[in-house]
């Protein structure tokens, strides 16, 4: 498994499992991702059973929450028994939970709780969604945070390919780079030309080209590195206000830019397996473009 591939897999990640878009719609997880959650919906499709993708998911990606939305009617699937046996099998590495629409009466919420809090056993809870979309956003968030779906990470980092990249200047010259990956608090970078960058130095207005997004802001040198690229220069974000981080506008233009590139890259593992004929080696794939 090459390194990059490795990255991609690390880190914890939420996938909402054949959720209610009425209840929790998908621009929620851009939402989501600036609160330093990773997350994920996974459809139900003829291509591939829902089954199989579950299993994939928990063997590929071991630090894993998953919530099951049990009100979706899926042809073949017992919901009861399918969670049961996924307990079983992963319960030791793997966090499952289960969502539901607004029971009607208390009796039936703790009905529903009682299985499989204390009988089936998963660890992530048993919540009840509400009609109002809206008010599932704050349900959901603190959710995630109960379940510490962060990770170790504050901030979710984008890897980014050759279709990211920086322009800035230092000492009366100009220098370009290709940003190796980016989050909202930092970024890091190869520069094409030694560059004698000194480490908490400043530099002002970098020019971002994020995958066709571009943006501008201040940063400080972080740290310094070899990597199997060339030096990497790590930065931390400043403000206007001298502030670690970024402009609240800056901030909104990036985060769903950020998200769409950190689903292309988990969606691109998955859809290789979840498509592949043959599944004796699900740990082979190819690196993300």
């Known amino acids: 498994m090459n390194t990059r591939l490795a990255e991609i897999i690390s880190g914890r990640k939420t996938f909402f499992i054949v959720p209610d878009r009425s209840l929790l719609p998908e621009n929620y997880l851009e939402e989501y991702l600036s609160r330093g959650f990773e997350t994920y ?4 499709d003829k291509a591939c059973p829902l089954e199989k993708k579950v299993d994939i998911i928990l063997r590929i990606f071991k630090d894993s929450i998953l919530f099951f939305y049990i009100d979706s009617t899926i042809p073949g699937i017992n919901w009861s028994a ?6 079983k099998q992963y319960g030791k590495y793997a966090l499952l939970g289960v969502l539901y629409v607004k029971r009607q009466t208390l009796e039936e919420r703790l009905a529903l709780e009682k299985h499989y809090l204390y009988d089936v056993g998963i660890q992530c809870g048993c919540i009840q969604l509400e009609y109002r979309k809206k008010a599932n956003f704050g349900i959901i968030e603190k959710l995630l945070y109960a379940n510490q779906a ?12 050759s279709n990211c990249s920086l322009t800035f200047m230092y000492e009366g ?8 990956d980016i989050s909202l608090s ?8 030694y560059c004698n960058l000194k480490q908490y130095e400043k530099i002002s207005f970098i020019q971002f080209n994020i995958k066709g997004l571009h943006i501008r802001s201040d940063a400080v040198l972080f740290m310094i590195r070899p990597s199997d690229t060339g030096t990497l220069y790590i930065f931390t974000f400043k403000n206007k206000q001298g502030e670690n981080g970024l402009d609240i506008l800056v901030k909104q233009l990036l985060t769903p830019k950020l998200y ?3 689903s292309e890259n988990c969606k691109s593992i998955l859809n290789r397996l979840f498509y592949k004929t043959d599944m004796t080696n699900s740990a082979d794939v190819s690196s993300p473009a």
């Open 173 to 180: 010259k100009q220098y370009t780079g290709v940003v190796t």
């Open 150 to 161: 962060m990770g170790r990470r504050k901030h979710v980092r984008a890897l980014c390919g």
């Open 82 to 87: 399918f969670i049961s046996k996924l307990q």
């Open 186 to 193: 930092h970024f890091s970078c190869t520069i094409k030309e």
């Open 260 to 262: 769409e590139i950190m």
């Open 41 to 44: 919906f996974i459809e139900n």
